[in-house]
Nanobody, 115 residues
Framework: QMQLVESGGGLVQPGGSLRLSCAAS????????MGWYRQAPGKQREVVAT???????TYADSVKGRFTISRDNAKNTVYLQMNSLKPEDTAVYYC?????????WGQGTQVTVSS
């Protein structure tokens, strides 16, 4: 069972940047497409970015041009670089496989964008 540990969140002012990391246990990490998801208070969890095992990426319209997903298969880690952050990006961010969620959700990492 692959385990996922997200980190890198925090409080940032509008227009600021954060880099999230998701460390996965297990050697099968490299076989799966991965996604970053987020859940804001009172809202459903949504996918914001995905990356295949080979590297092609997709982004939700709301983050396109501001967020960049990447992965390092040697380190079993997927990243989310978030620039030009907006208050509406405030949420708990999670990673998991995509499009099928195969593993238990980690604890997530809180991102708060506020002045």
């Amino acid at each position: 069972q692959m385990q996922l540990v997200e980190s890198g969140g925090g409080l940032v002012q509008p227009g600021g940047s954060l880099r999230l990391s998701c460390a996965a246990s297990g050697s099968i990490f490299r076989l799966y497409a991965m996604g970053w998801y987020r859940q804001a208070p009172g809202k459903q969890r949504e996918v914001v970015a995905t990356i295949t095992s080979g590297g092609p990426t997709t982004y939700a319209d709301s983050v396109k041009g501001r967020f960049t997903i990447s992965r390092d298969n040697a380190k079993n880690t997927v990243y989310l670089q978030m620039n030009s952050l907006k208050p509406e990006d405030t949420a708990v961010y999670y990673c998991n496989t995509n499009p099928i969620v195969r593993y238990s959700w980690g604890q997530g990492t809180q991102v708060t964008v506020s002045s």
